[in-house]
C-alpha cells in the first residue's frame, strides 16, 4: 500500500545534538512537506520541497535543515541552533499541482529534549 | 493576515448531536480547495473532507458535510449524529495553487469533546 512512512515515532534529544528525522513516501508524488505542532495548536510549515534537489524556507525554518536528493525521501535534521525543538513533526507529500487533492500525512515524530 | 480562522479553541457536544466547527479564510484566488482533517490524540492526521472552490453543492462524506459560503468566505463543518470516536482536534485547511504549486495553510483547530 502506498503511504509515507515517519520514523523513529518517539526522538529524544540531548541538549546540544543534531537529530534527524526520517520521511520516505512511495505515492510518487512531486511534494514533500515538513511541519511543526506544539501541544494544542496548530501546523507550522517548516520546509517543503517541490521536486527533487529543491527545497523552500517554511514560516518557521530556523534551526532546521532538509535535503531532497531522492523523489521518496524528504529528512529534517533539528540542529543545535533549534533552541525550543521539543515537538510533535509531521511530514506530508502531495501531488504538485491539482485542484481537489490534498496531503497525505506520515504518522508523525514526537521529538523530546532531555 | 490570517489565511485559515478557527474561532472555536474547544467545543462540547453530546453524544447523537450535530456540531458545526467554524472556519474561515482569506483569499484571492479564484481557483483553491477547502479541507477539514481530525486529529485524534495519537497524532496522525486523517482526511475527511474537501470542497473546491468552484463547487456549487456543499461537500458530503458519510456523517460529514461541509457548509460552504464563498461569499462569506466561510467553510464550516458539520458533523451529524456525534459518536463518541469524533473526541479529537479538527483542522481546517486551505489550499492555494499559484506558480503551478500547492501551497496549503491550515487553521489553529477546534478541539471537540463529545460527551456520553
Known amino acids: 500500500d502506498g503511504g509515507i512512512t515517519q520514523s523513529p515515532k518517539y526522538l529524544f534529544r540531548k541538549e546540544g545534538q543534531n537529530v534527524t528525522l526520517s520521511c520516505e513516501q512511495n505515492?510518487?508524488?512531486?511534494?514533500m512537506y515538513w511541519y511543526r505542532q506544539d501541544p494544542g495548536q496548530g501546523l507550522r510549515l517548516i520546509y517543503y520541497?517541490?521536486?527533487?534537489?529543491?527545497?523552500q524556507k517554511g514560516d518557521i525554518a530556523e534551526g532546521y535543515s532538509v535535503s531532497r536528493e531522492k523523489k521518496e525521501s524528504f529528512p529534517l535534521t533539528v540542529t543545535s541552533a533549534q533552541k525550543n525543538p521539543t515537538a510533535f513533526y509531521l511530514c506530508?507529500?502531495?501531488?504538485?499541482?491539482?485542484?481537489?487533492?490534498?496531503?497525505?500525512f506520515g504518522s508523525g515524530t514526537r521529538l523530546t529534549v532531555v | 493576515a490570517q489565511k485559515i480562522t478557527q474561532t472555536q479553541p474547544g467545543m462540547f457536544v453530546q453524544e447523537k448531536e450535530a456540531v458545526t466547527l467554524d472556519c474561515t479564510y482569506d483569499?484571492?484566488?479564484?481557483?483553491?480547495?477547502l479541507f477539514w482533517y481530525k486529529q485524534p490524540s495519537s497524532g496522525e492526521m486523517i482526511f475527511l473532507i474537501y470542497?473546491?472552490?468552484?463547487?456549487?453543492q456543499n461537500a458530503t462524506e458519510g456523517r460529514y458535510s461541509l457548509n460552504f459560503q464563498k461569499a462569506r468566505k466561510s467553510a464550516n463543518l458539520v458533523i451529524s449524529a456525534s459518536q463518541l470516536g469524533d473526541s479529537a482536534m479538527y483542522f481546517c485547511?486551505?489550499?492555494?495553487?499559484?506558480?503551478?504549486?500547492?501551497?496549503?495553510?491550515f487553521g489553529s483547530g477546534t478541539k471537540l469533546n463529545v460527551k456520553p
Open positions: 505515492l510518487n508524488h512531486d511534494a
Open positions: 483569499t484571492s484566488d479564484q481557483s483553491y480547495g
Open positions: 485547511a486551505m489550499r492555494e495553487s499559484r506558480y503551478n504549486f500547492n501551497k496549503f495553510y
Open positions: 506530508a507529500s502531495s501531488i504538485r499541482q491539482g485542484t481537489n487533492y490534498g496531503y497525505t
Open positions: 470542497q473546491g472552490s468552484y463547487d456549487e
Open positions: 520541497s517541490q521536486i527533487v534537489n529543491d527545497f
